[in-house]
């Protein structure tokens, strides 16, 4: 009699442990589902919030991208214009006429002054290559591109090729303009209108009308 009540006991202990660690099991197997759902899963609103932040952070990115290219082309507009500045006091101090040389399709630009006729030999450059650093080839970066050279002694203005802007001995300069643009967009043009009798140029933010 007392074996059997104990057998009984032990049997419903077993009944016990074993539906305990079936509730554990099924508790542990939704922990999991769900965690798994947390991980793998994002909500309608999760996903719309990325999308919303995604295109504000683009939108921000564009007038950056403007701003960025029109310091570029600004600051080498700046430099060409100090550039010739110079040669032009150059040339008024030196008693030497003075030139810039623009080869357009290669964005690249250098001064040169004219040499004395009595040293000049027959099929020689009457133009030399002033010694640098002032000498210097200086380039556009790629970026930036010449648009037009144009000068009152020419007929059309230059779009390709070589083009030259003069200074004078006696303090004074080729009327024209010298035109520079970005190749990304937008587009954008900024151009050195200059002044013969002081040397200096004006920045416009467009390609002049030439006069006929």
Do not use: C
Not at 60 to 70: C, K, Q
Not at 183 to 196: K, Q
Not at 201 to 207: A, F, H, L, N, P
């Amino acid at each position: 009699m007392t074996s059997a009540t104990g057998q009984k006991k032990r049997n419903q202990r077993l009944l016990v442990s074993k539906a305990s660690l079936e509730v554990r099991q099924g508790n542990h197997a939704n922990l999991n589902r769900k965690a798994a759902h947390h991980v793998s899963g994002f909500s309608l609103v999760e996903i719309t919030i990325v999308i919303v932040l995604i295109a504000l952070l683009a939108t921000m990115a564009v007038p950056t991208l403007s701003s960025l290219v029109g310091a570029d082309l600004r600051s080498n507009t700046n430099q060409l214009r100090g550039f010739m500045r110079e040669a032009y006091t150059s040339a008024a101090l030196s008693g030497k006429q003075y030139r810039i040389v623009f080869l357009i399709d290669k964005r690249t630009y250098w001064v040169e002054e004219k040499r004395q006729p009595e040293v000049v030999k027959k099929g020689e450059p009457t133009f030399k290559r002033v010694p640098d650093p002032f000498g210097a080839r200086r380039k556009l970066p790629e970026t930036l591109r010449f648009i037009e050279v144009y000068t009152d002694t020419m007929e059309e203005p230059v779009r390709k090729g070589v083009a030259f802007i003069n200074f004078f001995p006696g303090g004074y300069m080729d009327e024209g303009h010298v035109s520079l643009g970005n190749l990304r967009e937008p587009p954008r043009v900024m151009s050195l209108v200059t002044e013969p009798l002081t040397g200096e140029s004006v920045i416009e933010d467009d390609v002049p009308q030439v006069k006929k």
